[in-house]
C-alpha cells in the first residue's frame, strides 16, 4: 500500500492490488491547529445543522415559533411585577416593561446559547460516533441556532418601544456590536462546557445552575448603578454587564456606566473563544470514544 498525498492528521492511501483509496484519520498529539478551514470546507453541514435545531426546538408544538415571544414576555411581567411594581426597583427613567425586556432579549439569547452549546455533544452522540466532520461544527450550530428567537424578539421590541413612544437612539448602529460580544462569549463558554461534559457528566446540571447565578449577577431586573462603588471594577468583568448596558445604551439612551468594562468584556471573550477552542480540538479526539 503506497501513501500518495498527506495533509495533518490524514492519509490517503493507495492500494495496488485492489486500485482502491481509503482515508486513514490519526488522532492530533499535544496542543492540535485549530484547523478552521475545515468549517469552511463543511459549511453547508453548519447550516442544516443550525436549521435542523431551529426546526426540531418547535417541532410538534402548538404555539411554534411563538414560544420565542412568549418566554421573554412572561418574564418582563413577572420581573416588573416582582422588581418594578413590590421591590421599587429603579428603571433610569424608563418604563420597567421596556427596562427589563431590553434586557432579556439579549440574556435570553446568551443563556440558551451557552446552554445548548455546552449540551450539543452529548445530544449528537450516534453523529459523532459514525460520521468523521470537524466537530467545532456542533457547539458552533447550536450557539447560532438562537439569532432566530432573538431575531423574532427583537421584532417584539420595537413594537414596545413604538407602543409607550421610545425611539432608537442613533447609537443603534452599535447593536450588532453588543450581540456579537453576547455571542462570542456564549460560544467559548459553550465549547468549553461541551468538551468537559463529554467526560464529565455532571457538566450537564451544572449549566442551568450557572445560568441561574449568572443572571442575578448581570443587570436585567435593576440597573447598574445600584451596584455599590467598591463592587463595581469587580462586577463589570461579567462580561454581560457591558453587553446589557450596551443594549440599552443603543435603544434607550442610558449611558453606559463604564466604558472600560466594554475593553474587558472584549478581551474575556476573545480568551474565552481562543482558549475554548484550543480545549475543544485538544481532547476532540477522544469523543468518539466516550460519548
Known amino acids: 500500500m503506497k501513501t500518495i498525498s498527506a495533509i495533518p492528521n490524514k492519509k490517503l492511501m493507495f ?13 492530533t498529539r499535544g496542543w492540535a ?20 435545531d431551529v426546526k426540531v ?14 418566554q421573554p414576555l412572561l418574564t418582563m411581567v413577572v420581573f416588573t411585577a416582582v422588581f418594578g411594581g413590590f421591590a421599587k426597583i429603579p428603571s433610569d427613567g424608563v418604563p420597567y416593561p ?8 439579549p440574556w435570553n439569547f446568551f443563556s440558551s446559547a451557552f446552554s445548548r452549546a455546552g ?7 450516534n453523529l459523532i460516533s459514525k460520521v468523521y466532520f470537524p466537530r467545532l461544527v456542533i457547539p458552533i450550530a447550536a450557539t447560532l441556532g438562537g439569532v432566530v428567537d432573538f431575531g423574532i424578539g427583537f421584532v417584539i421590541l420595537l413594537l414596545m418601544m413604538l407602543y409607550y413612544g421610545i425611539y432608537p437612539t442613533w447609537l443603534i448602529w452599535t447593536l450588532p456590536l453588543f450581540l456579537l460580544l453576547a455571542l462570542a462569549v456564549a460560544l467559548g463558554l459553550g465549547l468549553w462546557l461541551a468538551a468537559l461534559n463529554v467526560r464529565y ?15 442575578y449577577a448581570s443587570p436585567i431586573a435593576y440597573p447598574s448603578s445600584l451596584v455599590p462603588e467598591h463592587w463595581r471594577t469587580l462586577y463589570n468583568l461579567n462580561p454581560m454587564v457591558a453587553v446589557i448596558e450596551g443594549f440599552r445604551a443603543s435603544l434607550l439612551g ?22 475554548g477552542a484550543f480545549y475543544f480540538r485538544r481532547t476532540e479526539k477522544t469523543f468518539a470514544d466516550v460519548v
Open 201 to 215: 457528566r455532571d457538566v450537564g446540571y451544572v449549566i442551568p445552575f450557572l445560568g441561574q447565578l449568572w443572571m
Open 98 to 105: 421596556i427596562f427589563s425586556f431590553v434586557a432579556l432579549l
Open 15 to 27: 492500494d495496488k492490488a485492489t486500485t482502491r483509496s481509503k482515508i486513514v484519520i490519526r488522532p
Open 33 to 52: 491547529s485549530l484547523r478552521l478551514y475545515d468549517l469552511w470546507q463543511y459549511r453547508e453541514l453548519l447550516y442544516f445543522l443550525v436549521w435542523r
Open 254 to 275: 442610558t449611558a453606559i456606566l463604564d466604558w472600560t468594562s466594554l475593553v474587558a468584556s472584549a478581551v474575556l471573550a476573545t480568551a474565552l473563544v481562543a482558549s
Open 119 to 125: 449540551n450539543s455533544l452529548v445530544g449528537s452522540a
Open 57 to 70: 426546538r418547535y417541532k410538534q408544538t402548538v404555539l411554534g415559533v411563538g414560544w420565542a415571544i412568549l
